[in-house]
């Protein structure tokens, strides 16, 4: 067989990452590009060297082409829904940023409509395919934690602090959806599912600190109506007690992560900032904390979990739509709670309950 012929949808800066990943993979070739900006289209095409009868303005066009395998969708977060739909509908299998949707009745639209049509796909919970994360998990899926407590986590950046910074996207909630809760926080919830379990209720904090930036052009200023920070206490199942603290005003943080674990036989503590480590104390070992050398085999690198995939080779530890969903649900009810200041529940049919009262 030849190598896979991917197609990446929208040319923003996560677009750089995915498109490394197919480049970086025996298996996969980028084969054609889409964006609505024509300008950073042609442009991109010609860096790429992707020839101009493969260069698409409108999604649909490139999803209906049969000479492409699969597609890499990384638009801004309020056209997740739309594009991944009609990848559904042209049964175009497919990897999706995070978060899948815009709430959560879009995202349950996507889990019944794969569950009618179901095509081979991926959620890039991107943090999945961290080796200290995979052996944090298969640490404690084997039980060298014993019974898990607590689950304590940070995901903290300093970059929105330039208040210098318009308006761009990722400050709407009309195209975002949220702010550091949705940029940040998903990845944290999900590594929290990935690691522990479902989260059951939560009660949450969440502010703007810049409240106006200048517009995009400089014409004036526009209010920042997504929140800056996200402060979240949950209890999870099993009585597990979690906590998450998101910020994009951490000054002096570029993309750091830490989450620390705590059962009744042990402890972990993963860290990320330009590289993933793992410390570890466990009861039947002397020593205290101690640094863990994680095993090869828990490496991964994600477009090529996603190839796997298409091959027939995955390991079962990516992220589908069902996943997106349960994440979608839950960052619906933290906005719930820190716009009405009360505890919410997570859990599925009280979301579902939710949306067919709406």
Not at 156 to 168: C, F, M, R, S, Y
Request: charged residues 25%; glycine residues 10%; contains cysteine.
């Amino acid at each position: 067989m030849g190598k896979l012929k991917i197609g990446v949808i929208g040319l923003g800066g996560i677009a750089n990452y995915h498109i490394w990943g197919i480049e970086q993979s025996p298996d996969a070739e980028l084969w054609a590009i889409c964006d609505v900006n024509e300008i950073a289209l042609a442009e991109r095409g010609e860096s790429l060297g992707i020839p101009a009868e493969r260069r698409y303005a409108r999604h649909e066009d490139m999803l209906q082409n049969g000479e492409i395998d699969a597609v890499m969708i990384g638009t801004p977060n309020f056209n997740h829904f739309a594009v991944a739909r009609d990848a559904i509908r042209f049964g175009k299998p497919f990897a999706l940023e995070k978060p899948i949707a815009m709430n959560t009745g879009e995202a349950l639209v996507l889990r019944e409509e794969l569950r009618k049509s179901p095509i081979p796909h991926m959620v890039c919970f991107t943090y999945r395919y961290k080796s200290a994360a995979r052996y944090a998990k298969q640490l404690i899926a084997e039980g060298k934690l014993g019974r898990i407590h607590h689950i304590y986590s940070q995901y903290l950046q300093g970059w929105a602090i330039d208040e210098k910074l318009p308006l761009v996207w990722r400050f709407s909630k009309t195209l975002s959806g949220s702010g550091a809760l949705g940029d940040l926080g998903s990845h944290i919830l999900d590594l929290h599912r990935f690691l522990v379990g479902e989260t059951e209720k939560v009660i949450a904090h969440a502010d703007t600190i810049i409240r106006e930036r200048e517009l995009i052009g400089g014409n004036g200023t526009g209010e920042v109506d997504v929140d800056d920070f996200c402060h979240v206490l949950g209890r999870m199942e099993g009585g597990v007690s979690s906590s998450m603290q998101i910020s994009r005003f951490a000054f002096g943080r570029g993309n750091y992560q830490r989450i620390e674990v705590y059962g009744s036989k042990g402890s972990l503590v993963y860290n990320l900032e330009e590289s993933d480590s793992l410390q570890v104390n466990v009861a039947d070992e002397e020593g205290g904390f101690r640094d863990a050398a994680v095993p090869e085999s828990c490496a991964a690198e994600q477009m090529q979990s996603f190839f796997n995939l298409l091959q027939g080779k995955g390991d079962g530890l990516d992220a589908t739509i069902e996943d997106g969903y349960i994440n979608q649900l839950t960052l619906d009810a933290i906005i719930e709670s820190f716009a009405e200041e009360r505890w919410v529940s997570t859990v599925e049919g009280d979301g579902v309950a939710k949306l067919e009262a709406m």
